[in-house]
């Protein structure tokens, strides 16, 4: 039932038909020139799935750029921000200990490499277990409330203990004294 005055609800993704989904971007951007332009220029459509996660990147630099946070490894886990600072710190890091700019960054990638792994992993089992059917989804309702309590802070212990050690110090800019 829809009420005199309100607008009607949004159609789900799954609603849509494909030759439509174009046409209805197209209207939600109408006044956006920009993305119009994207919108109509595009030729495949990709449509929404729950929980994607974007495919590896298997080269993160070369020897002049350096791919840092999601453009480097999109883990998919809400830690995006978290991972990109982390890697600003090894990467300076890196740069400060390394004879070149490509050493620098070769390092950097073999520096985080193995926690970005694991982070992945730690969002592809947590992106699992929220696609499971009706009977798995009621065990784990139930379990969870116990599970988590005993078991949370030992299964994070290595995403929030993680140290970085400290910043070189030419990498660590000092505020002018004020007057």
């Known amino acids: 039932m829809v009420r005199a005055g309100c607008r009607s609800p949004a159609p789900k993704p799954t609603d849509i038909g494909d030759d439509r989904w ?78 070149s700019t490509g050493e620098g960054f070769a390092e950097y990638h073999r520096l985080r490499r193995a926690r970005i792994g694991k982070m992945a992993k730690a969002a592809r089992t947590n992106r699992d277990a929220k696609t499971v059917g009706p009977i798995a989804r009621r065990f784990r309702d139930l379990v969870m409330p116990v599970a988590f309590g005993h078991f949370y802070e030992r299964a994070t212990t290595w995403l929030y203990t993680h140290d970085l050690g400290t910043l070189p110090a030419q990498a660590v800019q000092t505020r002018p004294a004020e007057h």
Do not use: C, N
Not at 56 to 85: C, F, K, T
């Open 22 to 99: 174009l046409d209805r971007l197209a209207e939600l951007y109408r006044f956006e020139p920009k993305a119009l332009e994207i919108i109509r220029a595009t030729t495949q459509l990709h449509r929404p799935t729950l929980m994607h996660t974007l495919a590896e990147v298997p080269i993160w630099h070369d020897e002049r750029v350096v791919l840092v946070g999601d453009a480097a490894h999109p883990v998919g886990a809400g830690q995006g921000v978290s991972m990109a600072i982390e890697d600003a710190v090894v990467l300076a890091r890196a740069l400060a200990d390394a004879d």
